[in-house]
C-alpha cells in the first residue's frame, strides 16, 4: 500500500509536467544540468588541445631528439670500438676502466646463451636509428640476461660485444619528466573549465531558482543582485527584478479587486436572503431562494480565500488530529464510508487550519462526487505514510473518475468539466485552492484516477523534524 501510494504520486506529477503548455518539449540533453553540460564541452576541448599540442610535440621535439640520442649512441660506439682496437692490452684494460668509472659505458663480451627482451616505447625510434647507422645485424635491448640498461650490440676484431650505458643520461624525451608535466595540464584544465562552468552557470541557477520563487508566488525572494560586474547578466538581472514588481502589483491588485467585489456583493446578498424569507410565502420557493444565496455566498468565500496572497507560516501539525477533525462529521452520513489508514505519530510542516480545510474540501469532494453508480454510497479512503522527509497523503473514491484529457485542468481555476464528478454548480475553485495552498506550504498536489477505478488526491508535504 505505502509504495503504492508514492508510485501513484511519482506518476500523476509526471503526467502534470508533461501536460503543463509552459514547459519546454525535448529540452533534457541525456538529463545534464547546464554545469555539466558546459563543463564536459570545455574538457573535451581543452583535451583535445592538450592531444594536439602532444601530437604536435612528437613531431616537432620527440621524434628529433629520438634522432639525436641515436646518433650520439652510435658515436660513442664507434669511437669506443676505434679507440679499443687501436690500444695495446694494457692501454685497453685502463681505457675500459676509465670509460666504466668516468662515462658510465661498459663494454661486455656478448655470448650465444644472452637472453634479451624487444625494446618497447621510445626505445623503438631509437633502436631503428642505430640499425641504419651501426649495421641492420645490431641488437638494441634494455635488459640482457636479467640486467636492465641500454644495450647495443656490435662487433670488434670479429667477436661480438655489448655496449652498455644509461640511456636516461641522454634525457630521452626529458624522461618521465613531461608525462608528469602532461597530467597536471590535464588536471589544471578540467580545474580551470570546472571553474568557468560553475561561473557561467551560477546567474542562471540564480535566475532559476528567483523564477520558481515567483511561480509560487514568493515576489519577495525573487530579487537578483543588480550590482554584478558582468552587463549582460546586470541588465537580465534588472529586467527581472522589474518584472517581479509588477507581477507583485498585479497580484496585489487582483486581489484586492476580488475582495472589494466579494465584499460588496454581499450587502445585496444579505438584503435578498431577508426579503425573501419575509415577502415569499411558499415555503418551497423560499427554501430554493435562501439555498441559491447560500451558494452565492459560498462562492464569494471561495473567491475570498483564492485571493489570499500571503504565505502559509508553516509549524509541526499532529496529522492524527487534522484527519479526525474533518473525517468526524462524515461518519454518520448514510451515504459515506470512509475507511483511514494512518502511520503512527505522523507530524507534517503545514498550518492546522489550512490542512484542516484541503482535507475536509477533498473528503467533500469524494463524497461528492464518488459515490458508486450502483450502491449510491461513496467509499473513500485516507492514507497516509511517511518516507524520508516527506509525508504522503492520498484521498481516494471508488466513483467514475475523471477523463484523463481533464485531469490537468481540474487545479486550474474556475475550470469545471463535463463528466458526472465535476457537473457541480460552485465556481471551480475547490482544487485550484487546494493546490495553492498546498505549494504555499512547501508541498505538492497531483491528481490521478486509480487503476481500479475513482480518483485519487494525492498530497506530499514536508515531514516534521523529530524533536
Not at 533534457?28 to 610535440?57: K, N, V
Request: aromatic share 6%; net charge negative; hydrophobic share 45%.
Amino acid at each position: 500500500m505505502s509504495q503504492t501510494i508514492i508510485t501513484d504520486f511519482e506518476k500523476s506529477e509526471q503526467a502534470a509536467l508533461e501536460d503543463d503548455e509552459d514547459l519546454p518539449r525535448g529540452f533534457s540533453w541525456s538529463g545534464l544540468s547546464l554545469f555539466w553540460r558546459t563543463f564536459i564541452m570545455l574538457s573535451l576541448l581543452l583535451l583535445g588541445s592538450i592531444l594536439a599540442w602532444l601530437q604536435t610535440l612528437r613531431a616537432f621535439e620527440l621524434e628529433p631528439r629520438s634522432i639525436q640520442t641515436a646518433r650520439q649512441i652510435a658515436s660513442q660506439v664507434n669511437l669506443s670500438r676505434a679507440a679499443l682496437i687501436n690500444a695495446d692490452a694494457i692501454a685497453r684494460l685502463s681505457l675500459l676502466k676509465t670509460m666504466a668509472q668516468e662515462e658510465g659505458l661498459r663494454i661486455l663480451p656478448r655470448e650465444a646463451a644472452d637472453q634479451t627482451k624487444e625494446p618497447e616505447g621510445d626505445i623503438q625510434d631509437i633502436s631503428r636509428e642505430l640499425r641504419q647507422r651501426l649495421g641492420a645485424q645490431t641488437l638494441v635491448t634494455r635488459e640482457v640476461n636479467g640486467k636492465k640498461g641500454f644495450w647495443i650490440s656490435f662487433e670488434m676484431d670479429g667477436d661480438p660485444y655489448w655496449f652498455l650505458t644509461d640511456l636516461e643520461r641522454f634525457n630521452v624525451a626529458a624522461g618521465k619528466t613531461w608525462i608528469i608535466w602532461l597530467l597536471l595540464a590535464a588536471g589544471m584544465s578540467l580545474a580551470g573549465a570546472a571553474l568557468i562552468a560553475r561561473l557561467v552557470n551560477r546567474p542562471l541557477k540564480e535566475l532559476s531558482f528567483a523564477a520558481s520563487r515567483v511561480r509560487d508566488g514568493d515576489f519577495n525572494a525573487s530579487r537578483l543582485d543588480e550590482s554584478v560586474h558582468t552587463s549582460e547578466i546586470r541588465e537580465v538581472n534588472i529586467g527581472f527584478n522589474r518584472m517581479a514588481q509588477r507581477l507583485a502589483k498585479l497580484d496585489q491588485d487582483r486581489a484586492l479587486m476580488l475582495a472589494g467585489i466579494s465584499h460588496d456583493l454581499r450587502t445585496p446578498l444579505a438584503r435578498l436572503r431577508l426579503e425573501a424569507e419575509m415577502s415569499v410565502a411558499d415555503l418551497d420557493a423560499r427554501a430554493h431562494m435562501a439555498a441559491d444565496i447560500a451558494q452565492l455566498d459560498a462562492i464569494i468565500d471561495k473567491f475570498l480565500e483564492y485571493a489570499r496572497p500571503e504565505r502559509v507560516a508553516a509549524g509541526p501539525v499532529p496529522l492524527q488530529e487534522i484527519v479526525e477533525t474533518c473525517v468526524f462529521p462524515l461518519r454518520d452520513q448514510p451515504d459515506t464510508r470512509i475507511h483511514v489508514q494512518l502511520e503512527r505519530d505522523l507530524h507534517v510542516m503545514a498550518d492546522a487550519v489550512e490542512l484542516g480545510r484541503i482535507l475536509t474540501n477533498l473528503l467533500e469532494n469524494a463524497r461528492k462526487y464518488g459515490k458508486s453508480a450502483e450502491s449510491g454510497i461513496a467509499d473513500i479512503e485516507l492514507v497516509a505514510i511517511s518516507r524520508d522527509k516527506w509525508i504522503y497523503i492520498k484521498v481516494r473514491d471508488h466513483g467514475l473518475g475523471v477523463a484523463p484529457d481533464q485531469l490537468a485542468n481540474l487545479t486550474k481555476p474556475f475550470f469545471r468539466g463535463e463528466a458526472a464528478r465535476t457537473a457541480a454548480n460552485g465556481a471551480g475553485l475547490g482544487l485550484a485552492i487546494v493546490d495553492k495552498t498546498i505549494r504555499r506550504m512547501g508541498g505538492a498536489f497531483a491528481l490521478t484516477n486509480s487503476a481500479t477505478g475513482g480518483l485519487s488526491a494525492n498530497i506530499k508535504l514536508h515531514r516534521a523534524p523529530a524533536d
